[in-house]
């Protein structure tokens, strides 16, 4: 479902569709699911904090952009390779910044505040 909510306002639901299918059975998630908790948890986390900032900056919901950085300090705290997880988050933020047509509509006040959220739920 995260991959689904996460793909579906970038592209169309039938893309994301096949991408939430292809993750369900790829065999690389089935062995990590059932191996390496710490994975699917990061995964999860990850998974979810990229949802919720699609769907803020795509959607009417600006404050899920804020809500994103709590799911993003848990990725990083469960896993090793997760710490890179917050630079894709950036990247994508300030890649839309840059690109976005609608103007009308601040988007840079809610960053900062998904960025300030993150670090506050990463200090632990």
């Known amino acids: 479902l995260l991959v689904y909510g996460t793909f579906a306002p970038l592209f169309r639901a039938r893309a994301a569709l ?3 299918l292809l993750f369900a059975i790829s065999p ?9 908790i ?8 990850h998974l979810l904090a990229m949802c919720l900032l699609v769907r803020g900056i795509h ?4 404050w899920l952009v804020a809500a994103s ?3 993003l300090a848990l990725a990083v705290c469960t896993y090793h390779s997760f710490k890179l997880a917050p630079l894709v ?3 994508y933020g300030l890649d839309t910044l840059a ?3 609608d103007r009308s509509r601040p988007l840079g006040p809610w960053l900062l505040a998904g960025a300030g959220i993150f670090a506050l739920a990463a200090l632990p």
């Open 89 to 91: 988050a950036l990247a």
């Open 99 to 101: 690109t976005r047509r």
């Open 18 to 20: 096949i991408a939430a």
């Open 69 to 71: 950085g709590v799911p």
């Open 38 to 45: 710490q994975v699917g948890a990061g995964e999860f986390f």
């Open 59 to 62: 959607g009417a919901r600006r």
């Open 28 to 36: 690389q998630q089935l062995s990590y699911a059932k191996i390496l």
